[in-house]
């Protein structure tokens, strides 16, 4: 019975239920959903090149500080992988949907999920937007860190907690125990169980379980933890909850902070939400046009920076509650 409801959560795919204006023609859609499968394997080639450019960096010059930046580089790379491998769960990586989840699936696993179970979850996300039925809303419900307005030293003060290590449970816990993010094809549970005791094995046989712990598990569990609560305060926390065009915002900011927290166009979070159809890398066009566009201008919420803006909008955000799930 469980799978056969979760499975059917994926197959309903990932439109909001709610209504959206219509921004853009059929014809502009179907242009800016073109897949790009050439940018993408470059995107993950760079994303896991940084990983092994930091990890010999560090092995070759090692010291406090060099290790230090390793962890910030492989943590927020992490989040890279997960951006793309998110494109891969709305099947934009390739035309070849195979292929597609096969690499969706490899992408999947520096970051401890699975693209399959993600998407089963994530495509209820954007039916159900902020709703009761939707469950990344219900994962974070009762969490003080996701309770606005609060000041900035409060959060502040959450995102140092998860870059410590100490929300490990609550981030990953969450994530892991929702049955849709289990609910995953035989073939994939047991490819991914294979990875997992294999590297473990090989890891001590060999002798780099050390690596494998210092350049993986340490970023894993607090670099690329407090990355995804910063991204996941800014992508649906804090704002009007008014209608469509304000359940979620975008967020322009420095590169330094895009390349850090939002790359692979994850700042433009409403756009992708209104048109999860466009790859990752037409998102800026597609924010550029629908800012021609009524009522887009005037009714989404765009702030600027995540150390600026999104501070300043969690400070003055008013409380949000949302009816319990049916």
């Given amino acids: 019975m469980i799978h056969k409801v979760v499975s059917r959560s994926a197959k309903l795919g990932d439109s909001c239920l709610q209504e959206i204006p219509r921004l853009l023609s059929k014809d502009e859609i179907r242009y800016l959903s073109q897949i790009d499968s050439v940018k993408f394997t470059l995107a993950v080639l760079l994303e896991f090149g940084l990983i092994a450019a930091a990890v010999w960096l560090s092995e070759t010059w090692w010291n406090p500080l060099t290790?230090?930046?390793?962890?910030?580089?492989?943590?927020?790379?992490?989040?890279?992988?997960?951006?793309?491998?998110?494109?891969?769960?709305?099947?934009?990586?390739?035309?070849?949907?195979?292929?597609?989840?096969?690499?969706?699936?490899?992408?999947?696993?520096?970051?401890?999920?699975?693209?399959?179970?993600?998407?089963?979850?994530?495509?209820?996300?954007?039916?159900?937007?902020?709703?009761?039925?939707d469950p990344d809303w219900q994962r974070n419900v009762g969490l003080k860190e996701y309770e606005f307005p609060a000041p900035p030293s409060s959060v502040l003060m959450h995102i140092v907690?998860?870059?410590?290590?100490?929300?490990?449970?609550?981030?990953?816990?969450?994530?892991?125990?929702?049955?849709?993010?289990?609910?995953?094809?035989?073939?994939?549970?047991?490819?991914?169980?294979?990875?997992?005791?294999?590297?473990?094995?090989?890891?001590?046989?060999?002798?780099?379980?050390?690596?494998?712990?210092?350049?993986?598990?340490?970023?894993?569990?607090?670099?690329?933890?407090?990355?995804?609560?910063?991204?996941?305060?800014?992508?649906?926390y804090a704002v009007e909850h008014e209608n469509v065009l304000n359940e979620t915002r975008t967020v322009m900011a420095p590169f330094w902070e895009l390349?850090?927290?939002?790359?692979?166009?994850?700042?433009?979070?409403?756009?992708?939400?209104?048109?999860?159809s466009v790859p990752c890398f037409r998102l800026a066009e597609l924010h550029r046009l629908l800012m021609t566009r009524d009522p887009y201008p005037e009714l989404a919420h765009v702030t600027y920076g995540y150390f600026s803006g999104l501070l300043r909008d969690c400070a003055s955000a008013r409380q949000f509650e949302v009816a319990a799930p049916v």
Avoid: C
């Avoid at 049955?179 to 991914?192: E, L, P, Q, S, Y």
């Avoid at 390349?259 to 999860?276: D, K, Q, S, V």
């Fill in 67 to 133: 290790y230090g930046l390793a962890v910030i580089v492989i943590g927020s790379r992490i989040n890279g992988l997960g951006g793309l491998m998110h494109d891969a769960a709305h099947y934009r990586g390739y035309s070849n949907r195979r292929l597609n989840d096969i690499m969706g699936e490899i992408l999947a696993l520096p970051t401890s999920a699975s693209m399959a179970g993600y998407r089963n979850s994530h495509f209820a996300h954007h039916r159900e937007l902020n709703s009761g039925n």
């Fill in 259 to 276: 390349w850090l927290i939002a790359p692979w166009g994850l700042n433009y979070h409403l756009e992708h939400h209104l048109f999860p």
């Fill in 161 to 236: 907690q998860y870059l410590s290590g100490l929300k490990i449970a609550t981030a990953l816990g969450g994530f892991h125990k929702n049955k849709d993010t289990r609910d995953i094809a035989a073939a994939v549970a047991r490819a991914r169980l294979f990875f997992f005791v294999a590297l473990l094995a090989s890891s001590i046989v060999l002798g780099f379980w050390k690596q494998i712990l210092l350049y993986w598990i340490v970023p894993l569990m607090t670099v690329f933890l407090a990355i995804r609560y910063i991204r996941s305060v800014a992508e649906h």
